[in-house]
C-alpha cells in the first residue's frame, strides 16, 4: 500500500514535470506564431531581437505563475477548472511580463505589446487543449463525489463524465475524507449535532453539498422559520457570491441584448406574419409569478386564436388543441414563440436559465411551484428543459428546478443554453 502510494506520487510530479517543460516550449511557439500573425515573414529585426534576448526571462515568468495558479496540480474537479487556472495564469504572466518589459524598456523597449496580446489567446488555446489531452488520458480529471446514502442519484449528477462517486452511510465518514470536490445528501438528517458537524466540514474542505430533492422538501420549513443551524448553509438558498451573481446578470443582460439584434429582423417578419394570418394582438401579454413571489408581465407571440381562456379558463395547451391557430403551432413547436421574452431578461424579471415562470392559477393550486422555487428569476430554458421535455408537469419539473437551484452558476447556465439548441432543434415538448 506504501509502496504503491509513493509510485503514484511519483508519477504525478514526473507528469507535472513534462507538462511544465512542454508549456514553456508551447509559450515560446507561441509568440513565434504570434510574431507572424503580427508581420508575417521575415520578422522585423528591430521587433524581433528583444524577443531574442529577453525570451528566457518571459519563459520563467509565465511558468512561475501557471505554477503558482496550480495548473500543475494532482487532479482537477474538471476541464473547466483547468481552463480557468491556464487562464488567470496566462493573463498574470502576461501582466508582469509588461510590467517586467516596462522597466527594462531602455534595452527591450521595441518588444511589440500587440505581440503580447495575440500570444495570449493562442498560448491559452494551445497550453489548455494539450494539458487537457494529457491529463483525460492519465484520468487526473475527475471529480470525487461522495454520496451520503442509497438513493439513486444519476439525475443529480449534471454530467456523468469523469466523475467519480463513493457511498457511504453516515455524515460522521467525512471526517476522514479531505480530497472532495462535493458531497450528495440522500439520507434525512433531523440530528442538531449531525448539522453542525456537517457545517464544521463544510467550513473545513470547502466542497459543495447538494441535497436530494426529498431531503431538501424537509429541510425547507427549517430554514424559513429560523429553527435550525440549516440557516448557516448556504447551499440552502438561490443567493450566491455578489460576483456569481453579476457574472450571471452579465449573462442574461449581453446574451438577451445580443439575440435580439440578431433576431431583429426575424423578430419583425414573425410579427407581420401573426398580424396578418390572426390580426391583433401580435404579443400576448399575461400575468406570471417571478423572483420572491412578485408577479410580472410576460410576453410571447400570440399562438392561439384572441382570448383562448375566456370560457375554458387557465387550461395547459395539449397537442392538436383546437385553440392554437395554424401559424401558431408552428411558432410553438419552434418555440420563436419565446422571442419577445428576451425583453423580459433585459428587463430583469427573467434570466436566460431558471425554473420555468408559472400562472399565479397553477402556483396557487400546486405546493411545489411555491418556497425555494421562488428564490431565483425565472428562465427562457432550464435544467427541466434539457433533461426532459418542455412540457413537464409542475410534480416532475420540481426535481430538476431543486436541483439547478442548488447548483446554479454561470458555467451550469452556459451549459444548459448550449444544449438547449438540440432540444429546439429536435421539437420535442409543447
Not at 515560446?28 to 524577443?51: A, D, K, M, Q, T
Not at 466523475?163 to 479531505?178: A, G, K
Not at 457545517?199 to 430533492?213: E, G, N, T
Not at 411545489?368 to 428564490?375: C, D, G, T
Request: glycine letters at 6%; charged letters at 25%; a positive charge.
Amino acid at each position: 500500500m506504501f509502496d504503491g502510494t509513493r509510485t503514484e506520487q511519483r508519477t504525478i510530479v514526473i507528469l507535472s514535470l513534462m507538462l511544465l517543460l512542454v508549456n514553456a516550449v508551447l509559450i515560446n511557439v507561441g509568440f513565434l506564431v504570434s510574431f507572424y500573425i503580427r508581420y508575417g515573414l521575415p520578422f522585423p529585426e528591430h521587433n524581433f531581437s528583444p524577443f531574442l534576448r529577453s525570451h528566457i526571462f518571459l519563459t520563467l515568468i509565465y511558468i512561475s505563475a501557471l505554477f503558482f495558479l496550480k495548473v500543475y496540480k494532482k487532479r482537477f474537479r474538471s476541464s473547466w477548472d483547468l481552463f480557468k487556472r491556464v487562464l488567470s495564469g496566462l493573463f498574470f504572466g502576461t501582466l508582469l511580463s509588461i510590467a517586467f518589459l516596462y522597466v527594462s524598456r531602455v534595452k527591450w523597449g521595441a518588444f511589440p505589446t500587440s505581440v503580447f496580446a495575440i500570444a495570449f489567446f493562442t498560448n491559452l488555446l494551445v497550453i489548455f487543449k494539450l494539458n487537457q489531452l494529457v491529463l483525460k488520458i492519465q484520468k487526473r480529471i475527475r471529480k470525487k463525489v461522495v454520496v451520503i446514502g442509497r438513493n439513486n442519484v444519476d439525475d443529480m449528477l449534471i454530467t456523468k463524465a469523469h466523475v467519480q462517486t463513493e457511498r457511504i452511510d453516515e455524515i460522521q465518514e467525512l471526517i476522514h475524507r479531505n480530497d472532495l470536490d462535493e458531497v450528495i445528501i440522500c439520507k434525512p438528517i433531523e440530528d442538531e449535532k449531525i448539522f453542525n458537524l456537517l457545517i464544521f466540514l463544510i467550513q473545513r474542505s470547502k466542497v459543495d453539498v447538494v441535497f436530494a430533492p426529498s431531503v431538501y422538501l424537509k429541510l425547507l420549513p427549517e430554514k424559513i422559520n429560523g429553527n435550525s443551524s440549516i440557516s448557516h448553509l448556504s447551499t440552502f438558498i438561490g443567493r450566491k457570491r455578489d460576483i456569481d451573481e453579476f457574472l450571471m446578470r452579465s449573462l442574461d443582460f449581453t446574451g438577451s441584448f445580443a439575440l435580439l439584434l440578431l433576431a431583429g429582423p426575424l423578430i419583425a417578419v414573425i410579427a407581420l406574419w401573426i398580424r396578418l394570418t390572426s390580426g391583433s394582438p401580435v404579443v400576448y401579454k399575461q400575468q406570471r409569478v417571478g423572483k420572491d413571489g412578485v408577479s410580472f408581465t410576460l410576453y410571447k407571440f400570440r399562438t392561439m386564436v384572441n382570448n383562448a381562456e375566456q370560457k375554458v379558463g387557465p387550461v395547459l395547451a395539449k397537442p392538436n388543441d383546437h385553440r392554437v391557430t395554424k401559424g401558431g403551432k408552428f411558432l410553438r413547436t419552434t418555440r420563436l414563440d419565446e422571442l419577445p421574452q428576451l425583453f423580459n431578461v433585459l428587463k430583469g424579471d427573467m434570466s436566460m436559465v431558471g425554473p420555468r415562470p408559472e400562472r399565479p392559477h397553477f402556483v396557487k393550486i400546486h405546493k411545489s411551484l411555491r418556497e425555494l422555487r421562488l428564490a431565483v428569476r425565472p428562465g427562457i430554458t432550464g435544467l427541466a428543459q434539457i433533461r426532459s421535455f418542455y412540457d413537464l408537469k409542475p410534480r416532475h419539473k420540481i426535481r430538476y428546478d431543486y436541483l439547478y437551484i442548488q447548483r446554479r452558476s454561470l458555467q451550469l447556465n452556459l451549459y444548459i443554453l448550449a444544449k438547449t439548441i438540440p432540444v429546439v432543434l429536435s421539437k420535442k415538448g409543447w
